[in-house]
């Protein structure tokens, strides 16, 4: 810890990658590694916009049964959140993170890009209204009670207010600038194995942003550093990076 102090003493803006290695404290278990959600083989098929617009009511059966709502919705932050909230007291905080557990909000971190949403909203796709996880938690498959402009009941079926398979992943581009802009870049209990996010470090190495990692394992995109350090970060379009 001396060492990281002494590491961010001098940064003025810093950016924080963050992944569900920094939540596991919180009681929250990680999508990868031996106990993670990925052991479960129908994951990344049941969680995938085209499940959820083909088979809703399979699609919702299979998300409640794989999260822990009330960990969820109720987990609290633990010491590395709270640590980068107080980060904020002498330097500029950017927190990017590929978490949906909404414990950085917590924190108080003024500044965090959920990049794979969060799991406390769902959102209507028709009318766009949006909602508190707790408020349809109940229903096996939850629609939208808002009124349409004719007085009749929406009813559209919600989607979850995360990034699914085949959807877009949310503020790249935010996340990028704040890379340009920072003079620091820390990387926390990421795997680094999710696409397009992962190419965040390989874009602050190629800017000379000196970066460190902190992780229970090397991390998986380390090992493809040479396919992204010919990439050109600067006309590649994150509007069309998809998970």
């Not at 992944?19 to 596991?24: E, H, K, N, P, W």
């Not at 960990?71 to 609290?76: G, S, T």
């Not at 959920?114 to 938690?137: K, M, P, S, W």
């Not at 990421?190 to 992780?215: E, F, H, M, R, W």
Request: aromatic fraction near 8%; charge should be neutral.
């Amino acid at each position: 810890m001396a060492s990281l102090t002494q590491w961010i003493e001098s940064s003025r803006h810093l950016a924080v990658l963050t992944g569900a290695g920094i939540s596991v404290p919180s009681g929250i278990s990680p999508f990868r590694g031996p106990s993670g959600l990925y052991q479960n083989a129908k994951v990344e098929f049941c969680l995938s916009m085209h499940y959820f617009l083909t088979r809703p009511a399979e699609f919702w059966k299979f998300y409640w049964s794989l999260f822990d709502a009330d960990l969820l919705l109720h987990a609290q932050p633990n010491a590395v959140h709270r640590w980068l909230k107080n980060l904020e007291r002498d330097r500029e905080v950017t927190i990017i993170t590929q978490n949906i557990d909404g414990l950085h909000h917590k924190a108080g971190s003024s500044a965090v890009i959920e990049v794979h949403g969060a799991f406390n909203r769902c959102i209507c796709l028709d009318c766009g209204a949006e909602y508190d996880t707790d408020q349809v938690r109940k229903e096996k498959v939850p629609h939208c009670p808002a009124f349409n402009s004719e007085g009749r009941t929406c009813g559209t079926v919600l989607k979850p207010d995360i990034v699914l398979f085949g959807e877009t992943v949310r503020g790249v581009q935010a996340a990028i600038k704040a890379v340009r802009r920072a003079d620091r870049l820390l990387i926390l209990g990421s795997s680094l194995g999710v696409a397009p996010i992962n190419c965040v470090p390989d874009y602050a190495k190629q800017s000379g942003i000196p970066t460190l990692l902190i992780n229970d394992r090397p991390a998986l995109q380390m090992e493809a550093i040479d396919r992204f350090a010919e990439a050109d970060f600067n006309s590649f379009n994150p509007d069309t990076l998809i998970l």
